[in-house]
């Protein structure tokens, strides 16, 4: 975990507030203990985000408040949703043990037991927008569908094209199949990858050598590998990169940029897009251009952009006979 005076350093340039803002529970048609869950839920969730991952937090939302603004759509959603087992006491429960996970853990989706799926009463098949919906504590939820179906939960080896795998698992995109990633120190490859926040030092796929995870640098200015050749680059969820003339590199801050803006590498900066925007480069090039999440309700591309900022997932709209983003809803979805 990086010093608290570095993560200060890192959130600041990124433009990550540290202290929450005004947050905005949801419409007054909430349930009080809906919307009381669902905030503590967001605050301690957001707020760990932001000590844990600053630069994260920065790519995905932007700002604490934001980030908390989506984290209660989600949440109200999935406490809204039909045969759920997800409850206001458990959600707290949730809030309550997260400020205590490890940031490791934390950003590698290990989140402790009170905020795993609780098993509900549908049945492999049925629709679902939540794991708690779900026998199996599974929602399957595939790239362009508004509504999952509970599924059994997905193991090593098993096909995740644009599903995603079930927890303490991550997507190989070269496969793609299911991996469980490996812990620091021990022998990594494209078969057996790092937890987030590490790198496969020494890698040879060519020579079939496999490599060691170490843990990403989390201090400025420190020496760094940017081909993890003899020692890992730095770590990204802090809003660094590694930068430099190849055998002097040194771990730097990267540059956020918005809407519209330049993204990617230029000279010796690393330009990275922020607010929820993609950075979409055209082929063959090292640098593009930041493309703002589309609105809620408004048009949307899983290829070409803009995507959506989550809760809300970019799936197909009968009604325009195109790909809209849409919040979940546990109502539609049956």
């Known amino acids: 975990m990086a010093p608290l005076r570095l993560r200060t350093l890192v959130a600041v340039a990124l433009g990550v507030p540290l202290l929450a803002a005004a947050l905005h529970c949801g419409g007054g048609s909430k349930h009080p203990a809906t919307s009381s869950a669902c905030g503590d839920l967001a605050s301690a969730r957001c707020d760990h985000l932001a000590s844990c991952g600053p630069g994260d937090l920065a790519r995905r939302f932007g700002d604490l408040a934001t980030c908390e603004d989506r984290t209660v759509l989600s949440c109200e959603a999935d406490l809204a949703a039909p045969a759920t087992a997800r409850t206001p006491a458990n959600t707290v429960a949730c809030a309550d043990a997260l400020p205590s996970t490890s940031c490791s853990d934390f950003l590698n989706s290990e989140t402790p037991g009170e905020c795993q799926p609780i098993a509900g009463p549908r049945a492999d098949g049925q629709a679902c927008i939540g794991s708690s919906q779900c026998q199996s504590s599974y929602c399957q939820l595939s790239d362009g569908v508004a509504c999952g179906v509970c599924a059994p939960v997905p193991q090593v080896g098993d096909a995740c094209v644009d599903t995603g795998c079930g927890a303490s698992l991550v997507c190989r995109k070269d496969t793609p199949r299911c991996a469980m990633p490996v812990a620091n120190g021990a022998s990594c490859d494209g078969a057996h990858p790092c937890l987030k926040g590490a790198s496969c030092v020494g890698e040879d796929p060519s020579a079939a050598t496999p490599g060691a995870c170490e843990a990403d640098i989390a201090t400025l200015g420190s020496p760094c590998d940017s081909t993890k050749t003899t020692m890992s680059t730095?770590?990204?969820?802090?809003?660094?990169?590694?930068?430099?003339?190849?055998?002097?590199?040194?771990?730097?801050?990267?540059?956020?940029?918005?809407?519209?803006?330049?993204?990617?590498?230029?000279?010796?900066?690393?330009?990275?897009?922020?607010?929820?925007?993609?950075?979409?480069?055209?082929?063959?090039?090292?640098a593009g251009t930041c493309v703002a999440p589309a609105a809620d309700g408004s048009a949307c591309d899983l290829v070409k952009g803009p995507g959506c900022l989550g809760p809300a997932r970019c799936v197909a709209d009968s009604s325009s006979a195109g790909m809209v983003c849409k919040v979940p809803d546990g109502a539609f979805c049956g």
Do not use: E, I, K, Y
């Open 234 to 286: 730095c770590d990204r969820d802090l809003g660094l990169f590694c930068g430099g003339p190849a055998g002097s590199q040194t771990c730097q801050q990267a540059t956020s940029a918005t809407a519209g803006q330049a993204c990617g590498r230029s000279g010796d900066a690393n330009l990275v897009c922020v607010d929820g925007s993609t950075c979409v480069t055209p082929a063959g090039a090292s």
